[in-house]
T-cell receptor, first 115, second 115 residues
């Protein structure tokens, strides 16, 4: 069975602070895929990134960066110099070749960025 | 933005009544999914489709049925709504199945309340 744990249910920071959202996953498969989605207060779900299990390179996109570490089964997401518009619920998700078409989501982390 | 619409966007219904939610896409993607979102659970897969008339169950399929008679439409039916089915329902599409690890794009959601 697959499992995604986002232990931080809620984080509050002040604008311009850096913040890291944690994601720990469990899977027995050697080939798997990790995702991050953002859900702003308006409610829609926005795809942010996908990583393959065989590619451990970290990725940076503007103020966003992702740290994938297979040794600790983690796929953490860092926002640098946070802004009020970053306030949202962020979901980490996992799928694998042997899980059929199941995308397993974590419970989400609510990030509040205060001015 | 991916062309995905959901209807209705909001619905209040009584226990025991049938309810059908519609997802419509203009992207001609093969794969379509229905999720429900509940506090503390993230998103959970209800059913998915990998082609016209090809559907399968997800993690929380009890009490739900689906149909896909055209590529662009995926219907979710609650045969006899219960209060435990009060939730926000999201439709998603993907050009690849999860075995191919394609990212999913989500519709705006339908808020369903069963009284």
């Amino acid at each position: 069975a697959q499992k995604v744990t986002q232990a931080q249910t809620e984080i509050s920071v002040v604008e311009k602070e850096d913040v890291t959202l944690d994601c720990v996953y469990e899977t027995r498969d050697t080939t798997y895929y990790l995702f991050w989605y953002k859900q702003p207060p308006s409610g829609e779900l926005v795809f942010l990134i996908r990583r393959n299990s065989f590619d451990e390179q970290n990725e940076i996109s503007g103020r966003y960066s992702w740290n994938f570490q297979k040794s600790t089964s983690s796929f953490n997401f860092t926002i640098t110099a946070s802004q009020v518009v970053d306030s949202a619920v962020y979901f980490c998700a996992l799928s694998s070749d042997n899980a059929g078409n199941m995308l397993t989501f974590g419970g989400g982390t609510r990030l509040m960025v205060k001015p | 933005d991916a062309g995905i619409t959901q209807s209705p966007r909001h619905k209040v219904t009584e226990t025991g009544t049938p309810v059908t939610l519609r997802c419509h896409q203009t992207e001609n993607h093969r794969y379509m999914y229905w999720y429900r979102q509940d506090p503390g659970h993230g998103l959970r897969l209800i059913h998915y489709s990998y082609g016209v008339k090809d559907t399968d169950k997800g993690e929380v399929s009890d009490g739900y049925s689906v149909s896909r008679s055209k590529t662009e439409d995926f219907l979710l039916t609650l045969e006899s709504a219960t209060s435990s089915q009060t939730s926000v329902y999201f439709c998603a599409i993907s050009s690849e199945g999860l075995a191919g690890a394609g990212e999913q794009y989500f519709g705006p959601g339908t808020r369903l309340t069963v009284t």
